[in-house]
């Protein structure tokens, strides 16, 4: 299993300011994801993350909006930029482990509100 | 990817057996079958992952009939406890996965 932890857990912004998010693994691992959950929604996959390379973004996300870091095995970022009132979700950390890479741990995630 | 469909919501009463259901038409033969748990204010949580036939763990059964075209998630004797969001992925083997989550079923579990 995967220990995750997530910092912060909450946060009210200003539209216009940005946002880093951290994400701490226990463990070594070699994909980390990124998610946003809007309230009463699934999860939608921002970007996966990976040690030594750029991110690789999902449809709707772009770079220059969430940039991401992964400087080592145990540690990534996510920012928020340029906030605005669309941006307030939930944003999820997650890596998977595993033989399958199927089997995926979940941080708390961080409550954000933009007002 | 194959996709899922589940139901949106399910509604039960403490002490019963709930089972929700999942359909992947288009799963792939190398695909695994994933449950994921997720309470409010917290990310999933990992239930259980199968293949075929059956596979039981502390919290849950998961039921996979032979064509595998959809997959069974048995909660035993629910408790309020048990409310929350269940989503069912499928996914290949490898280290190229990306978990892909659907809508998810609503469980609410009364007392």
């Known amino acids: 299993s995967a220990v995750i932890s997530q910092k912060p857990s909450r946060d009210i912004c200003q539209r216009g300011t940005s946002l880093t998010i951290q994400c701490q693994v226990d463990?070594?691992?070699?994909?980390m994801f990124w998610y946003r959950q809007q309230p009463g929604q699934s999860l939608t996959l921002i970007a996966t993350?990976?040690?030594?390379?750029?991110?690789?973004?999902e449809s709707g996300f772009v770079i220059d909006k969430f940039p991401i870091s992964r400087p080592n095995l145990t540690f990534s970022t996510l920012t928020v930029s340029n906030m605005s009132p669309e941006d307030s979700s939930i944003y999820l950390c997650?890596?998977?482990?595993?033989?399958?890479?199927?089997?995926?741990?979940f941080g708390q995630g961080t409550r954000l509100t933009v007002v | 990817l194959a996709k899922t469909t589940q139901p949106i919501s399910m509604d039960s009463y403490e002490g019963q057996e709930v089972n929700i259901t999942c359909s992947h038409n288009?799963?792939?033969?190398?695909?695994?079958i994933t449950w994921y748990q997720q309470f409010p204010s917290q990310g999933p949580r990992f239930i259980i992952q199968?293949?075929?036939t059956k596979v039981t763990n502390e919290v849950a059964s998961l039921f996979i009939p032979a064509d595998r075209k959809s997959s069974t998630l048995s909660l035993p004797r629910v408790s309020l406890s048990d409310t929350a969001v269940y989503y069912c992925?499928?996914?290949?083997?490898?280290?190229?996965?990306?978990?892909?989550f659907g809508r998810g079923t609503s469980l609410i579990v009364h007392p």
């Open positions: 288009n799963i792939a033969t190398n695909d695994y």
């Open positions: 992925l499928v996914g290949e083997e490898g280290g190229s996965y990306i978990p892909t």
């Open positions: 199968g293949y075929k």
């Open positions: 463990s070594q691992v070699t994909m």
């Open positions: 997650s890596v998977a482990l595993g033989r399958t890479n199927t089997e995926a741990f």
């Open positions: 993350a990976n040690q030594g390379s750029e991110a690789t973004y």
